[in-house]
């Protein structure tokens, strides 16, 4: 079955404990990216990748690290979390086409709670 | 920069009512515009797309068409039903600036019985 897969699905931590949370995808998608659902304020984008070792800022990457080194995975790092980077978080992957990406398929989500 | 606006929401309809939700954008280039539905406790998946100027994407009984002279792609469904209910958003890939996804707030969508 093709799927984004997200983990944790829930977590709760601490100011400053340094965090991952991991994205795999099946469907050998070169495209990958982060986005941060906030009440009122939609989805916004932290970080894309293009393909291995191609990666690019959003327009919310302030707090926020990640890596690609492998075409299915794209973890989201928070090196030293604030409780303003409490929210719910998607990562999504697609194929490139002119000019942009295709549909995206998202993950079920990452609630985070840093208190 | 480019964006994206959507009528804020909720939405209360009743079932089989006509539902319309207002999308407008800003953007330079060509984006492509999509709706992707998010279901209560789940992911968004893609309800529809349009990738050129008077596309129109269609998908489950919604519809929505891409107007470049009013910068709009408005989702719309003849009848609704219960099993509707969900969160709505519009979003913009592929304008100049390439590879980032703008979506819009999000409208919720509530259908009584």
């Known amino acids: 079955e093709a799927q984004v897969t997200q983990n944790p699905r829930y977590l709760i931590t601490v100011t400053g404990k340094k965090l991952t949370v991991t994205c795999s995808q099946n469907m050998n998608h070169e495209y990958m990216s982060w986005y941060r659902q906030d009440p009122g304020l939609g989805l916004r984008q932290i970080y894309y990748?293009?393909?291995?070792?191609?990666?690019d800022k959003g327009d919310v990457p302030e707090g926020y690290k990640v890596s690609r080194k492998e075409k299915r995975n794209f973890p989201l790092i928070l090196e030293s979390p604030s409780p303003n980077q409490t929210s719910l978080y998607f990562c999504?992957?697609?194929?490139?086409?002119?000019?942009?990406?295709?549909?995206?398929?998202f993950g079920e989500g990452s609630r985070l709670t840093v208190l | 920069g480019n964006s994206v606006t959507q009528m804020e929401g909720p939405v209360t309809l009743s079932e089989e009512a006509f539902l319309t939700i207002n999308c407008t954008y800003t953007?330079?280039?060509?984006?492509?515009l999509f709706w992707y539905v998010q279901y209560p406790g789940e992911g968004l998946q893609l309800l529809l797309k349009?990738?050129?100027?008077?596309d129109k994407g269609s998908n489950k009984g919604f519809e929505a068409t891409y107007r470049k002279e009013t910068t709009s792609f408005h989702l719309e469904k003849g009848s609704v039903q219960v099993s509707d209910s969900a969160v709505y958003f519009c979003?913009?890939?592929?304008?100049?600036?390439?590879?980032?996804?703008?979506f819009g707030a999000g409208t919720r969508l509530f259908v009584k019985a």
């Open positions: 979003a913009l890939s592929g304008a100049t600036g390439g590879f980032k996804t703008i």
């Open positions: 953007a330079t280039g060509y984006p492509s």
């Open positions: 990748s293009m393909n291995v070792e191609v990666t």
């Open positions: 349009a990738t050129k100027a008077d």
């Open positions: 999504a992957s697609s194929i490139p086409i002119t000019g942009g990406h295709g549909e995206l398929f």
